[in-house]
C-alpha cells in the first residue's frame, strides 16, 4: 500500500505536482495517465525517493518514508531508457541489488536465475545490454528491479522507447507477470491505450492534479469531468454536446422535416466514410463548419445507406449525454511540456533534479 | 561537394607531405641516428648512472603526479558536470588556464610563489625544499597536466547521464557504491585517456620542469632535462638522441599498455 498524502513540487517557478493525494491498495497494479506536463513522472519519482517533496508525505507500507532515500524505501524503479549498467552482463545487472546486499553467492545465483527464467532471459546472461534488444533490455531492468523484492515496483514510462508492436506484446505480459507476482506496481504512461490494458486503477493526471481516480470502466463510462472524458477515449462534440463517438445515433432526415439544430441534435454532412473492419466511422460536418466523427456498425451504416455528400441527422441520445464540468483552471500552460520534458530527461547537461 | 579528381588527389598528397614532412620526418631522424651505431650503443648510452637516475626521477614525477590528477581531475569533472554551485564558470575557465600558459611562465611564477622571499618561501626554512627539489618538479608537472583528466572525463560524464546511477540508488547501492561500481567503469573511457596525455605530457614536460629544477646530473634531471644538457653542455650529440629514443619508448610503452588494458577490461 503507498499513500500519498498533499504532495507538492516545484521546478523553479513550474508547479509539477499540485496537493495530490492519491492511495494505492496493496497488489494492484495503477496507471498514472496524463499528458506531457502533468506531474505523473514526478509523482513516481517522488514516491521512488528521487525527488524530494516541497510538501506532503509518503507512506510506503505503513512507514512514512518521506525523509527516506531511495536506498531504504524497498522499491523496485524501471526506468524509460532502461538504465542499464552498460559495462555489466545481464547477469551482473540483474544481481546488481542482491550483490550490494552482499546475500550469498549460491543465493544469488539462484535468484537471478529464477527472474531470467521469468523474463525470459535465459541463455543471455553473459550478453551485455548493448547486445540486447530494447524489449530484452527492459526485461533485463525489470528483472533487476524484482531481484531484491521490492515492497512496490515503480515503472516510469517502461515502454515509451519501444515500438507499437513490441509495446503491445510486452505490457500483456506485464500483466500476466503481475498477477503472478502480485507486488503492488504503479505504471506512468500517457498512453491512454496502454492504460485501459493493464491497469486495474487509473489516475489521470492534469497540471500537476489528479482529476479523477477509478478502474478503466468507470473513467471511461463515468468521467467526473471534460478532461478525463476527451483523454480516455475519443469523443465528438455534437452541437456543442461531448459525447463517445459510438454512442451518436444517425438518421436519415424525413422528407418533409422542420426539425431545427439544438444541443445533442444537428443536421451534418457526411465528408467520409471509413470502414474500420467490424465498424465504420462516419467523418461529419455540421452547419456551422464544426467537424465531428461517428461510429456505428457495419449493419446500421448499410441500414442507412450512408455515402458522402448527403446529410444526416447526428443525435446525442440523452442517455450517453453527461453534463460535465471543466476540469478546475482548464488550459495548459505553453511551458509545461518543456518541463516534463526536462523533469524526465535530467541528467543530460543539466542539473540533477534528484 | 564536387571536387575533380585531380584536385582530390592534390589535397591528399598536400596533407600527406605536411604529415610526413613535419611529424614523421623528426620522429624517424632521431630513431635512424640512435641505431645507427647499433643497438650496443644505444644501450650503453641509457645504462649512465645520470640517464638511469634521469629516468627512475621522471618515472617517479609521473607516478606522483597520475594519481593525483586522477583524484583531482575526476572530482573536479563530476563537480562541474554534475554540481551548481556559484563560480562554476571560473572554474571551467581555470581549468583550461594550463593550456594558455607558457610553461616557461608557470616555472617563473613557482619560482616566486615558493622561492626563497616568496609567499610560501618560508617552508623552506622547514626543512621542506619545493624549488630545486622534487616537490617544485611535481607541482610544475601538475600545473601542465591538470586540465587532461578533467577535461576527458566530461563529456564522457555527460553522456551516461544519471539514470544508471539513480537506478542504482533505488537497488539500495550507496554514495560511494554507486561511484565505484557504476560512475568509474562508465567514464573508465574517458579516464584511460585522460590517463595516457597526462602520462605522456609529464614525460615530455621541459620548460615548467627546468625553471624549478637544480639541473644536477645523476640527481635532479628528468629524461628532457637530460636530453638538454647532453645536447647543449656536454655536446653528446648521439648521448641526446640516445635519451630522446628512451622517452618515445616510455610514451609508446604507455600507449600500448593502456589499450591493451583497456581492451581487457572491456571484453572480460
Not at chain 1, 317 to 327: E, F, I, K, M, N
Not at chain 2, 156 to 171: D, S, Y
Not at chain 2, 243 to 252: D, H, K, N, P
Request: hydrophobic fraction near 45%; charged fraction near 20%.
Amino acid at each position: 500500500m503507498i499513500t500519498v498524502t498533499g504532495a507538492r513540487k516545484d521546478f523553479g517557478t513550474f508547479r509539477a505536482l499540485d496537493d495530490v493525494s492519491i492511495e494505492i491498495p496493496s497488489g494492484t497494479l495503477t496507471a498514472l495517465l496524463g499528458p506531457s506536463g502533468s506531474g505523473k513522472s514526478t509523482l513516481l519519482r517522488s514516491i521512488a525517493g528521487l525527488e524530494s517533496l516541497d510538501a506532503g508525505t509518503v507512506v510506503i507500507a505503513g512507514r512514512d518514508v518521506t525523509r527516506v532515500p531511495p536506498q531504504q524505501r524497498g522499491i523496485g524503479f524501471v526506468f524509460q531508457h532502461y538504465a542499464a549498467f552498460k559495462h555489466m552482463t545481464v547477469r551482473d545487472n540483474v544481481a546488481f541489488g542482491l550483490t550490494i546486499r552482499r546475500r550469498p553467492k549460491a543465493e544469488v545465483r539462484a535468484k537471478v536465475d529464477e527472474l531470467l527464467e521469468v523474463v525470459g532471459l535465459e541463455g543471455f546472461q553473459h550478453r551485455y545490454p548493448a547486445q540486447l534488444s530494447g524489449g530484452q533490455r527492459q526485461r533485463m531492468a525489470l528483472a533487476r528491479a524484482l531481484a531484491v523484492d521490492p515492497e512496490v515496483l515503480l515503472l516510469d514510462e517502461p515502454f515509451g522507447a519501444l515500438d507499437a508492436k513490441v509495446r503491445a506484446d510486452l505490457r500483456r505480459w506485464l500483466r500476466r507477470l503481475h498477477d503472478e507476482v502480485h507486488v503492488t506496481t504503479v505504471l506512468v504512461t500517457h498512453d491512454q491505450e496502454e492504460a485501459l490494458d493493464v491497469a486495474d486503477t487509473i489516475a489521470v493526471l492534469n497540471r500537476g492534479r489528479i482529476e479523477q481516480i477509478g478502474d478503466p470502466d468507470t473513467l471511461y463510462d463515468a468521467p467526473d469531468n471534460q478532461f478525463v472524458m476527451s483523454f480516455l477515449g475519443s469523443v465528438s462534440s455534437v452541437g456543442g454536446t461531448l459525447v463517445r463517438p459510438h454512442d451518436i445515433v444517425l438518421e436519415r432526415p424525413a422528407p418533409d422535416d422542420t426539425r431545427a439544430n439544438g444541443p445533442g441534435r444537428v443536421l451534418a454532412t457526411i465528408e467520409r466514410v471509413v470502414r474500420l473492419g467490424f465498424e465504420v466511422r462516419v467523418e461529419l460536418r455540421d452547419a456551422d463548419g464544426e467537424r465531428f466523427a461517428a461510429e456505428v456498425t457495419r449493419g446500421v451504416a448499410q441500414q442507412l445507406g450512408l455515402v458522402a455528400g448527403e446529410q444526416v441527422w447526428a443525435v446525442a441520445p440523452s442517455h450517453a449525454v453527461r453534463d460535465l464540468p471543466q476540469p478546475p483552471d482548464a488550459g495548459v500552460p505553453a511551458d509545461a511540456a518543456e518541463a516534463d520534458e526536462v523533469a524526465s530527461t535530467a541528467g543530460v547537461g543539466e542539473p540533477a533534479r534528484a | 561537394m564536387t571536387t575533380s579528381t585531380t584536385s582530390r588527389l592534390t589535397l591528399r598528397t598536400l596533407a600527406l607531405a605536411y604529415l610526413v614532412a613535419l611529424l614523421a620526418v623528426p620522429v624517424l631522424m632521431i630513431l635512424w641516428r640512435t641505431f645507427e651505431p647499433g643497438f650496443g650503443a644505444f644501450w650503453e648510452s641509457i645504462r649512465t648512472p645520470a640517464a638511469i637516475s634521469a629516468m627512475n626521477l621522471t618515472l617517479l614525477i609521473v607516478a606522483i603526479v597520475v594519481p593525483l590528477n586522477v583524484v583531482f581531475g575526476v572530482t573536479t569533472a563530476l563537480a562541474l558536470v554534475r554540481g551548481s554551485f556559484r563560480g562554476k564558470g571560473f572554474i571551467e575557465a581555470v581549468v583550461d588556464l594550463p593550456f594558455a600558459v607558457s610553461p616557461v611562465v608557470v616555472g617563473v611564477s613557482l619560482i616566486m610563489l615558493w622561492g626563497v622571499g616568496g609567499w610560501f618561501g618560508g617552508v623552506e626554512h622547514l626543512g621542506f625544499r619545493v624549488i630545486f627539489g622534487l616537490p617544485g618538479m611535481v607541482i610544475a608537472t601538475i600545473f601542465v597536466t591538470l586540465p587532461f583528466v578533467v577535461r576527458e572525463v566530461e563529456p564522457v560524464l555527460v553522456e551516461i547521464g544519471t539514470e544508471q546511477e539513480q537506478a542504482a540508488a533505488t537497488l539500495g547501492a550507496s554514495g560511494w557504491q554507486t561511484f565505484w561500481r557504476i560512475t568509474l567503469p562508465a567514464m573508465r573511457w574517458g579516464l584511460t585517456y585522460g590517463v595516457v596525455l597526462t602520462i605522456a605530457r609529464s614525460l615530455g614536460e621541459f620548460g615548467a620542469v627546468t625553471m624549478v629544477s637544480s639541473n644536477f646530473p645523476g640527481i635532479s634531471q628528468t629524461l628532457t632535462l637530460l636530453v638538454n644538457s647532453r645536447y647543449i653542455d656536454d655536446q653528446n650529440t648521439y648521448g641526446a638522441y640516445a635519451a630522446a629514443t628512451l622517452l618515445m619508448g616510455l610514451a609508446v610503452v604507455t600507449l600500448l599498455l593502456m589499450t591493451l588494458l583497456d581492451r581487457k577490461r572491456s571484453t572480460t
